[in-house]
């Protein structure tokens, strides 16, 4: 008598609460299913809070199921959900430790949200001093040009590539060289 082997299902369980294998979008989405009452007590136990917890799991199976192409078939789902949850939770906290700071300053200071940068833009700025300027001059003019076009009238590369008729590339060199002889020049004359 034939026997027939069983139908291999999209989601295999090897040893019952370690290894969860999927090999199709159908294995990850039923891998999930199944997932669910662990990603819930694991959220629970890193956000102390169930309200937070369902957040974090509606928040790991939306990335789950977003970047399911990431997912290697044939290796451990439990394993790629877990660390997405955890990569959530992780984001999650430091996000609320920002939120908490800012409004920490803001009950200490009410304006703070509305004070003036303290550095200023480029264009409400004095204008350069004597010495920097003259490191500036004292630059060969192929990379004063560039330094003056991208951090002085803050052209993009390409726009100044086009106005000196050379790659962007070369304006990227131009400037990354020219950088670092001004930094030179102000170092020695500081």
């Not at 291999?8 to 199709?24: E, G």
């Not at 990603?39 to 799991?57: E, K, Q, Y």
């Not at 399911?68 to 439990?78: I, K, V």
């Given at each position: 008598?034939?026997?027939?082997?069983?139908?291999?299902?999209?989601?295999?369980?090897?040893?019952?609460?370690?290894?969860?294998?999927?090999?199709?979008?159908?294995?990850?989405?039923?891998?999930?299913v199944?997932?669910?009452?662990?990603?819930?007590?694991?959220?629970?136990?890193?956000?102390?809070?169930?309200?937070?917890?369902?957040?974090?799991?509606q928040?790991?199976?939306?990335?789950?199921?977003?970047?399911?192409?990431?997912?290697?078939?044939?290796?451990?789902?439990?394993?790629?959900?877990?660390?997405?949850?955890?990569?959530?939770?992780?984001?999650?906290?430091?996000?609320?430790?920002?939120?908490?700071?800012?409004?920490?300053?803001?009950?200490?200071?009410?304006?703070?949200?509305?004070?003036?940068?303290?550095?200023?833009?480029?264009?409400?700025?004095?204008?350069?001093t004597?010495?920097?300027?003259?490191?500036?001059?004292?630059?060969?003019?192929?990379?004063?040009?560039?330094?003056?076009?991208?951090?002085?009238?803050?052209?993009?590369?390409?726009?100044?590539?086009?106005?000196?008729?050379?790659?962007?590339?070369?304006?990227?060199?131009?400037?990354?060289?020219?950088?670092?002889?001004?930094?030179?020049?102000?170092?020695?004359?500081?």
């Open positions: 008598m034939p026997t027939t082997a069983a139908p291999v299902s999209a989601v295999q369980t090897r040893t019952a609460s370690t290894m969860l294998v999927a090999h199709d979008m159908k294995g990850i989405e039923t891998g999930l199944t997932l669910l009452p662990e990603l819930r007590g694991r959220a629970c136990r890193l956000s102390g809070d169930p309200t937070t917890a369902d957040d974090i799991v928040d790991t199976v939306e990335r789950a199921l977003k970047f399911s192409a990431q997912y290697e078939r044939g290796t451990n789902l439990r394993a790629w959900v877990y660390q997405i949850l955890f990569s959530v939770f992780v984001t999650r906290y430091r996000r609320t430790r920002r939120e908490k700071n800012a409004m920490r300053v803001l009950a200490s200071d009410p304006c703070a949200w509305t004070m003036p940068e303290r550095f200023a833009s480029p264009d409400s700025a004095a204008p350069l004597p010495t920097t300027q003259g490191k500036l001059d004292a630059l060969p003019e192929t990379f004063r040009a560039v330094l003056k076009m991208v951090d002085l009238d803050e052209l993009t590369y390409r726009e100044a590539a086009n106005e000196l008729g050379v790659p962007v590339g070369t304006v990227m060199s131009r400037l990354h060289r020219g950088r670092k002889l001004l930094a030179t020049q102000m170092q020695e004359a500081a």
